[in-house]
């Protein structure tokens, strides 16, 4: 065989080793190698097709360009299949593509993207897809560390049939950009996705989807976000954060989210057949929030939002005069017809952010007391099975609203009385869980006919309002229930969003210190560890990665852990998604250590710590929190803290950019005694009005002889922290200046509280904080 024969023959076996795939038809690659030139030799309608397996590692550039109806598709054997880890991501650019079916998990982004649609700033994609596809705790090695999970660029592109679900590191899950003219009027779609829970971040920059940014806001973006699924998304106040012109929001699900639908920033939004779904044990789950010109807001339903001021299920803000592009723009011209809420407190919320009592304390730049003007409020329905003593609130003057015919069922109770808000007795069914509709024929109250709103066609079913018309977002029962919980129509069809197969937990009894330390080690996620013997002593730190439970077999006889490790260790390491609970047990330091510490590095995602009819003794610190280490929640209840150096300190986020190192502290019924500095230490800084975290709550406790070494003179100091409650505690010969200083503007609250000779508990109304813009 001549050479020449050979070199044919070598191509054409290297090119049959991607080509033929035993199962489907298209360009069949197993490396990065081969799938490097199979992007490269595509053509319009080609299918490249990644076998199952891990791919680690991989930098993804899928240049190419399809054309209309023959796009050129990049996509797994097996959906959901194709794992893609380690230091990976995917970058789009050209014409007409389609990524179909990929799973990136353990790993994260080695850019400012997992997915984007661009190549490099010159090379955008156009009218591409990704579908099908999962992005779930593809998160950097710490929370401070910035990047998206899908940036959009370019025009006509899409992200449908995706569950993206644990970002826990800054910056939105997804953005669109629209710096430059090529990413301008970019008809984006977002659809039929599931957006399963973002946990809280403890500061801004954690929006689910975030259109634009303030320096492009007044651009048009023509982005629909429609029919998604958003489970509690609870990143910040912010879950949608519309930043840009012309967007649309239409039949999109809230469960249970800790925030708002927002448009921040820009113009002429539409805010359509959306369900706000609320929870009674939570203050944090909002709305709709309206800044800017020219929004439409109709056929929504809001159920069971208890929400307050930003996260109010509406809440219509205050402006800025002269307002720069990245601050407040007053409202105007704005329509809010044909919503329904149902049992919220204090649905409907204007003037919201008002802070001119602030002037003495802020530039004028800062002080919203632009109120809202040329705004219609008409043909909504407020029900409330237990009456609302202020169904609408006022943070200002209204005399730029207009209520026209409103009707509110209030069960009889008495609230301010305005014009255009009417009182009506009618009832509601349950239709399907968390949707109630009328029960009465609502289509007989005249209803206004303002500018335009013969333009509201249909209900939030899909009902014709041509025929018959009511008051509210429901004209009638519809022909087919929504089925709003039927997860099964978000997210792409092969990732099991409820999985009926389950761990079952177990338990562990262990007699020595090193059955304690192997059964932490192997326990797996929710086990429980009994400790049967007296005592323990460790000499290093557990790992604590999982959730998981450490208790006294007898909570008569505590078991006693003593940790005499190395200095400024801790007995229990926090490390991220661990979430610790102890019950009825005894930790004892040498003075030198600490009783539980985060990582000080590598944070990619919370801890959360509950300790419960447990002493705690001889530590340097109770808990130290590193900067940039966030917790959803410290509980402390029924447990004895004494002869500690430091108590709880977490108050490493000193860059005042409004991040906090825990968004929920509760104590209750615990006693501090003999704790030097630092007893309660938790801090936020920078003016930051749109974090409305975090969150301390102190009952029932006693605090003495604490404080001798406190260097702010200040016992328990919440600098910055918005909502503080001191309720019914016990302060005795503390050697400090003050028990706390509270925030009087924000919700701090205190009551019932005994102090002797432990100085003064004072509010400051308006606390000097550091501008962040």
């Known amino acids: 065989m001549t050479k020449a024969s050979l070199l044919v023959l070598s191509v054409v076996l290297s090119l049959f080793s991607f080509i033929e795939n035993p199962n489907d038809k298209g360009i069949y690659v197993k490396n990065s190698t081969e799938l490097n030139e199979a992007i490269d030799q595509a053509n319009p309608g080609d299918e490249i097709i990644m076998a199952n397996g891990d791919w680690n590692d991989v930098q993804i550039r899928f240049l190419g360009y399809g054309k209309e109806g023959q796009p050129i598709t990049l996509k797994a054997e097996t959906p959901g299949k194709v794992f893609i880890g380690g230091k990976s991501d995917l970058k789009l650019g050209g014409e007409y593509l389609v990524v179909n079916g990929l799973y990136f998990i353990n790993g994260a982004s080695p850019s400012n993207a997992v997915i984007e649609f661009a190549i490099n700033e010159d090379?955008?994609?156009?009218?591409?897809?990704?579908?099908?596809?999962?992005?779930?705790?593809?998160?950097?090695?710490?929370?401070?560390?910035?990047?998206?999970?899908?940036?959009?660029?370019?025009?006509?592109?899409?992200?449908?049939?995706?569950?993206?679900?644990?970002?826990?590191?800054?910056?939105?899950?997804?953005?669109?950009?629209?710096?430059?003219?090529?990413?301008?009027?970019?008809?984006?779609?977002?659809?039929?996705?599931?957006?399963?829970?973002?946990?809280?971040?403890?500061?801004?920059?954690?929006?689910?989807?975030?259109?634009?940014?303030?320096?492009?806001?007044?651009?048009?973006?023509?982005?629909?976000?429609?029919?998604?699924?958003?489970?509690?998304?609870?990143g910040e106040v912010e879950v949608i954060s519309s930043?840009?012109?012309?967007?649309?929001?239409?039949?999109?699900?809230?469960?249970?989210?800790?925030?708002?639908?927002?448009?921040?920033?820009?113009?002429?939004?539409?805010?359509?057949?959306?369900?706000?779904?609320?929870d009674t044990n939570s203050e944090q789950i909002g709305g709709v929030r309206l800044i800017g010109t020219g929004h439409w807001v109709t056929n929504n339903y809001f159920y069971n939002l208890k929400g307050k001021t930003f996260r109010s299920p509406l809440a219509v803000m205050n402006g800025i005069p002269?307002?720069?592009?990245?601050?407040?723009?007053?409202?105007?011209?704005?329509?809010?017809?044909?919503?329904?809420w149902v049992n919220c407190t204090s649905p409907l919320q204007f003037g919201v952010g008002s802070n001119v009592d602030q002037k003495d304390i802020l530039p004028a730049s800062e002080i919203r007391s632009e109120r809202p003007i040329r705004t219609i409020v008409a043909n909504n329905l407020i029900y409330s099975d237990k009456g609302d003593k202020q169904p609408v609130v006022a943070h200002d003057s209204l005399d730029g609203i207009r209520f026209r015919n409103n009707l509110i069922n209030n069960q009889g109770l008495s609230f301010r009385k305005l014009p255009g808000v009417e009182t009506k007795d009618f009832s509601l069914s349950e239709l399907e869980e968390n949707v109630l509709i009328p029960a009465n024929d609502l289509s007989g109250s005249a209803l206004y006919k303002g500018f335009e709103f013969d333009q509201i066609t249909t209900d939030l079913f899909g009902n014709s309002r041509a025929e018959q018309n009511a008051v509210g977002a429901i004209v009638k029962a519809p022909t087919q229930k929504p089925n709003l919980m039927d997860i099964s129509q978000y997210g792409p069809d092969w990732f099991p969003l409820n999985s009926d197969k389950k761990d079952v937990a177990k338990t562990y009894s262990v007699r020595s210190?090193?059955?304690?330390?192997?059964?932490?080690?192997?326990?797996?996620?929710?086990?429980?560890?009994?400790?049967?013997?007296?005592?323990?002593?460790?000499?290093?730190?557990?790992?604590?990665?999982?959730?998981?439970?450490?208790?006294?077999?007898?909570?008569?006889?505590?078991?006693?852990?003593?940790?005499?490790?190395?200095?400024?260790?801790?007995?229990?390491?926090?490390?991220?998604?661990?979430?610790?609970?102890?019950?009825?047990?005894?930790?004892?330091?040498?003075?030198?250590?600490?009783?539980?510490?985060?990582?000080?590095?590598?944070?990619?995602?919370?801890?959360?710590?509950?300790?419960?009819?447990?002493?705690?003794?001889?530590?340097?610190?109770?808990?130290?929190?590193?900067?940039?280490?966030?917790?959803?929640?410290?509980?402390?209840?029924?447990?004895?803290?004494?002869?500690?150096?430091?108590?709880?300190?977490?108050?490493?986020?000193?860059?005042?950019?409004?991040?906090?190192?825990?968004?929920?502290?509760y104590i209750d019924n615990c006693r501090f005694k003999g704790v030097?500095?630092?007893?309660?230490?938790?801090?936020?800084?920078?003016?930051?009005?749109?974090?409305?975290?975090?969150?301390?709550?102190?009952?029932?406790?006693?605090?003495?002889?604490?404080?001798?070494?406190?260097?702010?003179?200040?016992?328990?100091?919440?600098?910055?922290?918005?909502?503080?409650?001191?309720?019914?505690?016990?302060?005795?010969?503390?050697?400090?200046?003050?028990?706390?200083?509270?925030?009087?503007?924000?919700?701090?609250?205190?009551?019932?509280?005994?102090?002797?000779?432990?100085?003064?508990?004072?509010?400051?109304?308006?606390?000097p904080l550091k501008l962040m813009y």
Not at 127 to 140: A, E, G, M, P, Q
Not at 251 to 265: A, I, M, P
Not at 542 to 548: A, C, E, F, S, V
Not at 720 to 729: A, D, H, K, R, T
Request: charged residues 20%.
């Open 676 to 767: 030097g500095k630092n007893v309660i230490d938790y801090y936020r800084g920078g003016y930051d009005e749109s974090t409305v975290g975090g969150n301390l709550v102190v009952t029932n406790s006693s605090f003495t002889q604490c404080g001798a070494k406190e260097e702010s003179e200040i016992l328990l100091n919440t600098y910055g922290i918005i909502n503080v409650n001191l309720s019914g505690n016990k302060f005795r010969d503390n050697q400090v200046k003050y028990v706390a200083r509270l925030w009087g503007a924000k919700n701090n609250m205190h009551s019932d509280n005994e102090i002797t000779n432990s100085g003064e508990l004072i509010v400051e109304e308006n606390l």
């Open 243 to 278: 930043k840009s012109n012309f967007n649309e929001f239409r039949n999109n699900v809230f469960y249970k989210s800790e925030g708002s639908l927002v448009t921040r920033h820009g113009n002429y939004c539409i805010i359509d057949g959306n369900y706000f779904i609320g």
């Open 123 to 234: 090379t955008v994609a156009n009218h591409s897809r990704i579908t099908n596809s999962v992005i779930l705790d593809f998160n950097k090695a710490q929370r401070n560390e910035t990047d998206l999970w899908v940036l959009f660029k370019g025009r006509h592109n899409q992200l449908d049939h995706c569950y993206i679900a644990g970002k826990s590191n800054r910056g939105p899950t997804v953005r669109i950009d629209l710096a430059g003219n090529q990413n301008i009027k970019n008809y984006h779609k977002i659809n039929n996705n599931y957006f399963g829970p973002r946990p809280p971040k403890g500061g801004p920059s954690a929006e689910t989807i975030q259109l634009g940014n303030s320096y492009t806001s007044m651009t048009p973006s023509h982005t629909l976000v429609a029919h998604n699924f958003f489970d509690r998304c609870n």
């Open 513 to 665: 210190t090193s059955q304690l330390i192997s059964a932490v080690q192997k326990a797996k996620q929710g086990d429980t560890i009994r400790l049967t013997a007296s005592k323990y002593k460790l000499k290093t730190p557990l790992k604590i990665d999982k959730r998981l439970t450490l208790q006294s077999a007898d909570i008569h006889k505590k078991a006693t852990i003593h940790y005499n490790g190395a200095a400024k260790t801790p007995a229990f390491e926090m490390n991220p998604k661990g979430q610790l609970t102890l019950k009825g047990l005894i930790l004892k330091g040498e003075k030198a250590q600490y009783a539980f510490a985060s990582l000080k590095n590598n944070m990619s995602s919370l801890y959360n710590l509950t300790v419960v009819d447990s002493e705690i003794s001889g530590f340097d610190y109770v808990l130290k929190a590193y900067k940039y280490s966030f917790s959803e929640y410290i509980q402390l209840k029924s447990t004895v803290i004494t002869d500690c150096a430091n108590g709880l300190e977490l108050s490493e986020e000193t860059d005042d950019k409004g991040e906090y190192n825990a968004e929920n502290i």
């Open 322 to 340: 002269k307002s720069p592009l990245n601050r407040y723009i007053q409202v105007t011209d704005v329509v809010v017809a044909h919503n329904t």
